[in-house]
């Protein structure tokens, strides 16, 4: 596996960072959270990120968003969906930004969300066995999310 980087360059004493690698989520769930998330101060977008996964609040998909039905409480925007999974994980990642940014001896109810983004990781292939000996490829997605936090006054 080849060593990722972050798409930003910040060395700081007021930000923190953390990053996952390869997550078996969808890309394009993944990018439609990162994309609600950004300059979201941490309690916030904890706060958003469970009531997606409890279907309380719908994310709203503004690129993929074909064939995607309305959904009620979305604000200036019609189609949305409740990515439970995606959700979950970014969620997982937000809070081990928190404890990066705790061990730092940053406050992290000061903490905002300076940049998160979601790039497609490498591809698992698979096949799924058809009949007469034939096989059907079935691959897996998987995302590398990256997330800086900034201490903010």
Same mark, same amino acid.
């Given at each position: 596996m080849a060593k990722i980087n972050y798409s930003?360059?910040?060395k700081s004493d007021t930000t923190a960072k953390a990053m996952c690698y390869e997550v078996k989520i969808s890309p394009k769930h993944a990018r439609e959270i990162c994309?609600?998330?950004?300059a979201m101060r941490i309690s916030k977008a904890r706060e958003y990120l469970e009531d997606v996964i409890a279907l309380k609040r719908?994310?709203?998909?503004?690129r993929y968003n074909r064939n995607v039905g309305h959904k009620r409480g979305?604000?200036?925007w019609d189609a949305g969906r409740y990515p439970q999974k995606?959700?979950?994980? @970014? $969620?997982r990642l937000v809070k081990n930004a928190q404890s990066n940014a705790e061990y730092k001896g940053?406050?992290?109810e000061r903490m905002q969300i300076l940049h998160i983004s979601a790039k497609r990781g490498r591809v698992?292939?698979?096949?799924?066995p058809r009949a007469m000996g034939r096989t059907t490829p079935k691959h897996g997605d998987t995302v590398n999310i990256e997330? @800086? $936090?900034e201490e903010v006054h």
């Open positions: 930003l360059d910040i994309r609600e998330l950004k719908p994310v709203p998909f503004k979305l604000h200036k995606a959700a979950f994980e @970014i $969620l940053l406050d992290p698992i292939e698979g096949f799924f997330i @800086i $936090l």
